[in-house]
């Protein structure tokens, strides 16, 4: 039996049993069970999509810088190389040479670059809370260092290869400089495109964490703490002295009792509701809340029709406008609902009860911005095991000083007892979006450093490898000015290329991302032509001093020296 019957079995279990209709069982892989159910991990499978690929990306990056430095010194070797061969030198011996040169470079590479893992390690760590252990991180490295070398070597042999297989080559290989270094200018925009990708991430990473952070949630969380009963305070009459010590507490300003939790998303949706005019065919999931007469109040949110109910009021319910419309009630305030009880009869279905809707909330958002707004059902009823107390704007510290100091003349351990204020949670479900933003913009200054390393070493070989015809240029009566627009046009060239193989790819990996969050931020076209006007900037920066100086030498002695 193939897996997909098997899930389809399983899935109508429950109707085959004549057991409640409205449960559906289903299989989900092992594999997917830590990131489908834990929530709350800090990261999503999109991040680690996306940090796995920022890597490789990284990787690239220094490849291309690597290639591109290479092949300048190949070409300002190929004289000496070819002298070689003329006196005797095997082909091999040219190529064992060289290749003991670069592996001696590379392990040091290597070392200095252990060196530093080992020395950043306990401050990465800390970032995603993550442990790695110091054996198993040696031995990664090691893995990856092999295999960087083998790709470095394997490309490294190319070019000597076809050096002394081609024995048209003489000791006079002008012909061979003169041609156009396509491989070195694609190794420089390959770069460029690395680093615009970066970039953009780490800003579309920004923007969203500035979207989250002042999103409207349709409710007051500043100057709100949530108090949460653990399971080793067994004794009421404690919980009961506790919340009597916070009513006599001056700072404090509203005291309401709640199973409304802040999270990624809901595991429990109910689907037994019932109203008139509801169709035999809808079966829409509901969020559900308990809580007390002063919920309202103390979140401050705002009411669109009806009042909250009062404190004596029993069987009511206030909807959020989602629920309103879900359920199609074009007059909400007086109508009558029915939602199951949690008691399940005989035949398997859930006993229901009687609700009568007194007001109508305007939407807030119960769970990050992952998650969309759901059709809401706030009830009546008082949860022991969570309060949440609003406090005079600033005095959050100062009261949670003064209740933790209340815990011990009331005899509770201040371990049994959690409290947090809302933005304090709000920062950890943003957590992933704050590590990612910080990750991001360290690849993206690594990698534009690397870029521009490599961009400077090409200058340098450019500036070289064209004295000679900058020299006649200014003979002929070019100005300085001239000179330097023809590096500038190559360069700027160069960049708006790269963005144009990079910006469609960074849009799509970040468009992607952005998918999964409810609630998200756009991508606007300002963002991606800035991005790319900086690096051009940047880039004229770095080439400016080089193209200067050899644009101000003397020609005579350039021409002396070409001679």
């Given at each position: ?21 409205n ?9 997917d ?40 010194l ?16 095997t082909?091999?011996?040219v190529?064992?040479?060289?290749m ?9 590479a ?5 060196c530093?893992?080992?020395t ?47 024995p ?58 949530q ?17 009597h010590?916070?009513?006599a507490m ?20 109910d ?20 809580a ?19 404190e ?17 009630l ?12 949690g ?7 859930r ?29 009546e ?16 510290r100062?009261?949670?000083?003064r209740?933790?100091?209340s ?9 049994d ?6 933005d304090?949670?709000y920062?950890?479900?943003n ?10 913009s ?12 490599g ?9 070289q ?47 992607r991302?952005?998918q999964?969050?409810?609630?998200r ?17 940047v880039v004229?920066?770095?080439?400016l ?6 644009a101000h030498?003397?020609?005579?002695e350039?021409?002396?020296?070409e001679?």
């Amino acid at each position: 039996m193939d897996t997909e019957t098997l899930a389809g079995q399983i899935r109508e279990f429950t109707s085959q049993i004549a057991a409640n209709p409205n449960i559906e069982l289903r299989m989900l892989p092992i594999a997917d069970v830590r990131h489908r159910l834990n929530t709350e991990l800090p990261f999503t499978l999109g991040f680690i999509r996306l940090f796995v690929a920022a890597g490789l990306l990284l990787l690239f990056s220094a490849f291309f810088n690597f290639l591109n430095l290479y092949l300048g010194l190949f070409r300002q070797r190929i004289r000496e190389l070819r002298q070689r061969m003329v006196v005797g030198a095997t082909g091999r011996q040219v190529i064992l040479q060289m290749m003991f040169e670069l592996t001696s470079v590379t392990v040091l590479a290597l070392a200095l670059a252990l060196c530093l893992v080992v020395t950043v390690r306990p401050a990465l760590s800390g970032l995603p809370d993550l442990s790695v252990e110091l054996p198993l991180l040696i031995y990664q490295f090691v893995v990856c260092g092999v295999l960087v070398m083998a790709l470095m070597c394997i490309t490294a042999v190319f070019p000597l290869w076809r050096l002394i297989r081609l024995p048209s080559y003489k000791l006079r290989v002008t012909s061979y400089k003169k041609q156009a270094p396509i491989l070195r200018r694609m190794a420089v925009v390959m770069q460029l495109a690395v680093s615009v990708v970066f970039i953009v991430a780490a800003l579309v990473v920004m923007m969203q964490l500035r979207f989250v952070n002042h999103k409207d949630l349709g409710f007051d969380r500043r100057g709100v703490i949530q108090i949460t009963r653990m399971w080793q305070v067994t004794d009421n009459n404690k919980w009961t002295a506790l919340m009597h010590e916070l009513e006599a507490m001056p700072q404090i300003v509203n005291i309401t009792a709640s199973d409304f939790e802040l999270q990624h998303d809901t595991h429990i949706l109910d689907t037994e509701v019932e109203w008139t005019g509801k169709s035999i065919n809808e079966q829409p999931a509901f969020e559900s809340i308990n809580a007390d007469n002063r919920f309202a109040e103390t979140f401050r949110l705002n009411m669109k029709q009806g009042a909250w109910w009062n404190e004596s009021d029993q069987h009511k319910v206030v909807l959020n406008e989602e629920a309103v419309r879900v359920m199609g009630l074009h007059d909400p305030i007086g109508a009558v609902i029915r939602m199951g009880t949690g008691w399940i009869r005989e035949d398997g279905t859930r006993s229901m009860k009687e609700y009568e809707v007194v007001g109508v909330v305007r939407d807030f958002h119960t769970l990050s911005l992952r998650s969309r707004i759901y059709p809401l059902i706030i009830k009546e009823g008082s949860p022991d095991l969570m309060r949440y107390i609003r406090v005079l704007p600033g005095q959050e510290r100062e009261v949670i000083k003064r209740i933790t100091a209340s815990l011990a003349d009331i005899d509770i351990p201040a371990a049994d007892i959690q409290l947090t204020p809302l933005d304090d949670i709000y920062d950890r479900l943003n957590h992933a979006e704050q590590i990612g933003f910080r990750l991001f913009s360290v690849l993206a200054t690594i990698c534009l450093l690397i870029s521009l390393f490599g961009i400077y070493a090409v200058v340098v070989a450019s500036t070289q490898r064209r004295r000679k015809e900058i020299a006649i240029r200014k003979v002929f009566g070019a100005e300085v000015r001239d000179i330097v627009r023809i590096f500038v046009r190559e360069h700027t060239l160069q960049v708006i290329m790269a963005g144009v193989v990079a910006l469609p790819l960074a849009y799509y990996a970040m468009h992607r991302w952005l998918q999964g969050y409810a609630y998200r931020t756009n991508i606007p076209w300002w963002l991606l032509a800035g991005v790319v006007f900086g690096i051009i900037v940047v880039v004229l920066l770095t080439v400016l001093g080089q193209v200067l100086k050899a644009a101000h030498r003397n020609p005579a002695e350039v021409v002396k020296m070409e001679s």
